[in-house]
């Protein structure tokens, strides 16, 4: 039989047994007092009141009646020419980056560039890159080489080649360092070790990592329009702006499509290359 003494003991040894003491008690508490008001603080400075939500909400329903049914109108072969503009857009983006990002990658593994503070510089230099969104580099292209798609092409490339050189350079991190030390062993170069040894490991990894590359930039293609830079989300913009929510339905519906059948394929592709 256990006596009160026994328990003090025990409560002793181990008091996260018998439960939370009174300071962490009174700790939680004001963790969660404090959140509250930080939320009700941050209501109130971006003016989210009910009265704001229920409007917002009434619009909604009323543009998403507007929606049914979609119809493609009078200008839906304008719509397919901005959707087929959009895949070739995120194609030759993703294409371009990858093309760039190999290099990278292998320059910002540990592996290959041992040194301490250059693969560290390499390293934060991808992670500056990937905090420009692909609309902030839309813009500043559309600026630099004028509206179309070739600035579409250039955004989605700049957003995507650090990206892909970060995930490069993980995976050629990960691969298995018997097969590179064991052609150095015999007498190659660490050229051939790389050619050899880490190359045909990581390259099936390294092709997945493109194909959803391509989907992502796929889905990110359908709004550059929206700022000029070609693609369907100029004809998601002007249909927008003269309250044409039916086409509007109609082109969502396309672009879920079409990012589907990327999926569906890119991911048959990234099955039989990973195994």
Not at 45 to 65: E, N
Not at 101 to 125: D, K, M, S
Not at 184 to 195: C, E, F
């Amino acid at each position: 039989m256990t006596t009160a003494s026994d328990t003090a003991r025990l409560r002793a040894a181990l008091p996260r047994a018998f439960g939370a003491s009174l300071g962490v008690r009174l700790a939680w508490i004001g963790v969660g007092i404090a959140t509250i008001l930080w939320l009700l603080a941050l209501c109130w400075w971006f003016d989210i009141t009910p009265a704001r939500l229920s409007r917002g909400v009434s619009g909604l329903f009323v543009i998403l009646r507007q929606m049914v049914p979609p119809s493609p109108g009078a200008q839906w072969p304008d719509i397919l020419r901005g959707l087929a503009e959009s895949v070739a857009m995120a194609f030759l983006g993703t294409f371009l980056a990858a093309c760039i990002a190999l290099p990278l990658g292998f320059l910002g593994a540990r592996n290959v560039v041992v040194n301490f503070l250059a693969h560290f510089t390499i390293r934060r230099v991808f992670d500056g890159f990937r905090g420009v969104d692909q609309l902030i580099w839309a813009l500043a292209f559309v600026r630099a080489v004028g509206l179309g798609p070739l600035a579409g092409v250039l955004a989605i490339a700049a957003a995507e080649i650090c990206v892909l050189a970060k995930l490069f350079a993980e995976a050629i991190e990960n691969a298995d360092p018997r097969q590179p030390e064991a052609i150095t062993a015999v007498g190659g170069s660490r050229l051939m070790a790389i050619r050899f040894g880490l190359v045909p490991q990581v390259a099936p990894i390294l092709l997945a990592q493109v194909l959803y590359a391509f989907e992502s930039a796929t889905r990110g293609a359908a709004i550059l329009g929206v700022v000029g830079a070609g693609g369907i989300g100029l004809q998601i913009a002007e249909r927008i702006r003269v309250r044409y929510w039916d086409e509007v339905a109609f082109i969502i519906i396309l672009i879920l499509v079409t990012v589907a059948v990327i999926d569906f394929l890119s991911a048959q592709v990234r099955r039989r290359l990973i195994g």
